[in-house]
C-alpha cells in the first residue's frame, strides 16, 4: 500500500477536525469554574428567585401577540413570490387578486382589533391557586 | 365563465361575511336573520343544481356530484343552524361560532367541486382548521379541551401522512389533476410507488371519515364537543370525505389492492364500531361508534366501485346525514342545561315529549336501516352494488353487522318507550317540535320515494363511470 502525502494531509484534517470539536468540551470540562448546589435544580432558572408555584393564571396577551405576529410574517412571506413576478408587468387581474388576498388579511387585523387583542391590559391579574 | 354558477359558494360566502360583521359588533347569541339566510341557501343550492362547467385552470369542477353534495352540505349547514336557533340562551353559540361553522361548510363545498389534488387538500384543510377551532368552544368544560387538542393531533398526524402520500403521487405520475390520473394505470404491478401513495393520500379521509384504523378520535370528540358542534362534526365533514373518496374510488376498478384495501377497512370498521358501540352509556359516545360503523357501509359502494356503487355510496351518505341529524336534534333538545345526555335521560320520553321519542324512533330505525326509512333504502342500494361485484363475503358481514347494531339503536327507543322516570316533561315549543317533526318525515319521504334523489345520485356515478 502506498502512502501519499494527501492521504496524509486528509488524515490530519480529519485528527484537526475531530480536535476542533472535542477542543473546547475538554477545556471547558477542565478550566471552567464549577457551580454547584443553589438555584441550578429549578426548573426555570433564569437568575431571579421565582414565586410561588407554577401552577398560577398568567396573562396570554403577549402569546397572543407573538402569535398573531407569527401568523402575519409567514402570510407576508407569500407576497415575496409575487414581488419577483412583478418583474414584467402583471395587468390589473394579477393586482386585484393580490388585494383580495392583503383583504382576508387585514380582515383578520381588524377582527382581533375589535376582539381587544391589541389593547394591553394596565395590569396583569395573578392569582394563586388555592 | 359565469359567476352565476357558483351561486350556492357565493351565498354561503355572503353569509360568513355577514357573520363576521355581526361578531365584530360584539353581538351575543344567534343572529335572528341566521336561520333565514341559511335556508335561502339550501335554495341556491337547488338552483345549482343544473350548473356543469370547469372553471380555474380546470382544478374545479362543477358537475353532478358536486352539486348534489352542495346541496347536502347546505341542507346539513342549515338544520344545524335550525337546532341552535332552538338555544337562543346559550353564551357559546355567537356569530363567531356560527361563522367557523359557515367557513367550514363552505371548505367542503370548495371540497365537492375540486379535481386537483392540491386545490383538494386546501380545501380540506379550510374545512379542518375551523373544525379545531370549534371543538373546544364549550364553556370551561375541560372535557372539550381534551377533545379539542386529540382532535388536532390526530389532525395534523393524518395530513402528515396524507401529504407524504401525496408525494409519491406526484414523483409516480407527474400530474395532480384527477383527470389525468384516472386514465392511468393504478395496479400495483404497474405503478407500485403510485397505488402506496393512494392508500396513505386517502388515510387523510379515512380520518374525516372516521374508517376503523383512524376512528379513536371520534367517540372522545363527541364526548367532549358541544351538543350542536357535535351534531356537526357527526354527520357534514363525512360528506366533504366521501365526495372525495367517490371521486377517487373512479380510478380502480374491483378487486385491485387499493379496492380490496377499502373493503377490508370497510369490514372492520363496521364490526369495531357496532361492537364498541353495544357497551356505551353516552348517547353522543354511542353515536360515535355508530358512525365508524357506518363510515364502514359506506365502504361497501366505494370498493365495489361501479357506477352504482359510487351512486349507492353519495345516496347512503345523504341517508346518514338525515337520519344522525335526526338522531342529534333529539340528542340536543334532551340534555339538560347542555350537558351529555346517557340513555337513562331517554327514560319515559313518551310521557315527557311524544313528539320528540316518535322523532328518535324514526331515527334509530332509520340508522338501524330498517323499511320504510331511508335507512334501508340506502342500504339496500349498498348491498346490490357489492353483491353485483362479487364482494358477497362484505355483503354477508354489513347483514350481520345490522344484525348487532339492532340492539343498540333499539336500545335507545326501549329507553324512550318502556323506562319510566319521574322527570318533569319537557316542555318544545311549536316550531321545535315542527323542525324535528319535518327531519323525521324527510327521513321517512327518502325512504318510501328515493327515485328523485337517488337519480340525482346515478347522475353523478354514470358521470364518473361512464
Known sequence: MVFTWLQAAILLFFLGGVLFAAGPLAGSLLLAPKAKGGALAEAYECGVPTHGRSWVKFGINYYFYALIFLAFEVDILYLFPVAALYATPQGPGATIKLLVFIAVLAAAIIYFMRKGVFTWPRRIHVATRP | ?466
Open chain 2, 1 to 466: 365563465m359565469t359567476i352565476y354558477n357558483l351561486l350556492p359558494e357565493l351565498w354561503l360566502l355572503g353569509t360568513i361575511c355577514a357573520l363576521f360583521v355581526a361578531s365584530l359588533n360584539g353581538r351575543r347569541g344567534q343572529p335572528s336573520w341566521l336561520p333565514l339566510v341559511t335556508g335561502l341557501g339550501v335554495l341556491a343550492a337547488l338552483l345549482g343544481l343544473p350548473a356543469r362547467e370547469e372553471m380555474l385552470y380546470a382544478t374545479y369542477q362543477l358537475d353532478a356530484l358536486s352539486q348534489f353534495f352542495k346541496l347536502l352540505i347546505s341542507f346539513g349547514f342549515a338544520v344545524v343552524v335550525g337546532i341552535g336557533a332552538g338555544k337562543k340562551e346559550n353564551e357559546d353559540l355567537t356569530p363567531d361560532y356560527y361563522m367557523l361553522l359557515g367557513l367550514s361548510a363552505w371548505g367542503l363545498m370548495l371540497l365537492a367541486s375540486c379535481v386537483e389534488l392540491i386545490t383538494l387538500y386546501l380545501a380540506l384543510e379550510l374545512s379542518s382548521y375551523s373544525l379545531y377551532a370549534l371543538i373546544p368552544l364549550r364553556g370551561q368544560d375541560r372535557r372539550a379541551a381534551e377533545a379539542g387538542i386529540k382532535y388536532i393531533l390526530f389532525g395534523a398526524a393524518v395530513t402528515a401522512l396524507a401529504l407524504f402520500g401525496l408525494s409519491y403521487i406526484m414523483a409516480a405520475k407527474h400530474t395532480t389533476y384527477i383527470a389525468a390520473l384516472a386514465a392511468s394505470s393504478w395496479s400495483f404491478a404497474d405503478a407500485p410507488l403510485a397505488v402506496l401513495g393512494l392508500m396513505l393520500f386517502l388515510a387523510g379521509f379515512f380520518y374525516k371519515l372516521a374508517l376503523f384504523p383512524f376512528h379513536f378520535w371520534c367517540p372522545d370528540v363527541y364526548q367532549g364537543a358541544k351538543n350542536e358542534t357535535a351534531a356537526y362534526v357527526a354527520t357534514i365533514p363525512k360528506l366533504g370525505a366521501v365526495v372525495v373518496l367517490v371521486r377517487l374510488a373512479a380510478f380502480v376498478s374491483p378487486h385491485m389492492e387499493v379496492t380490496n384495501l377499502l373493503a377490508v377497512l370497510g369490514a372492520v370498521s363496521m364490526t369495531a364500531g357496532n361492537l364498541a358501540a353495544l357497551v356505551q352509556r353516552d348517547l353522543k359516545r354511542l353515536l360515535g361508534y355508530s358512525s365508524v360503523a357506518h363510515a364502514g357501509y359506506v365502504m361497501l359502494g366505494l370498493a365495489a366501485g361501479s357506477a352504482a356503487g359510487l351512486s349507492a355510496a353519495a345516496f347512503y351518505s345523504l341517508a346518514y346525514i338525515l337520519m344522525n341529524l335526526a338522531a342529534f336534534y333529539v340528542v340536543c333538545v334532551v340534555a339538560r342545561d347542555g350537558d351529555n345526555p346517557g340513555l337513562d335521560d331517554l327514560d319515559g320520553l313518551y310521557r315527557r315529549a311524544p313528539a320528540l321519542a316518535m322523532i328518535l324512533a324514526v331515527a334509530a330505525f332509520a340508522l338501524v336501516g330498517l323499511p320504510p326509512t331511508a335507512g334501508f333504502t340506502g342500504k339496500l342500494f349498498l348491498l346490490s352494488a357489492a353483491w353485483d361485484q362479487g364482494y358477497h363475503w362484505l355483503v354477508i358481514v354489513a347483514v350481520l353487522n345490522t344484525a348487532i347494531s339492532i340492539y343498540y339503536y333499539l336500545g335507545m327507543v326501549r329507553h324512550a318507550y318502556t323506562g319510566e322516570s319521574d322527570a318533569p316533561a319537557l316542555v318544545l315549543s311549536r316550531g321545535a317540535v315542527v323542525f324535528g317533526g319535518v327531519l323525521a318525515v324527510l327521513v321517512l319521504l327518502v325512504g318510501v320515494l328515493p327515485a328523485p334523489l337517488y337519480d340525482l345520485a346515478a347522475m353523478a356515478g354514470t358521470r364518473l363511470h361512464p
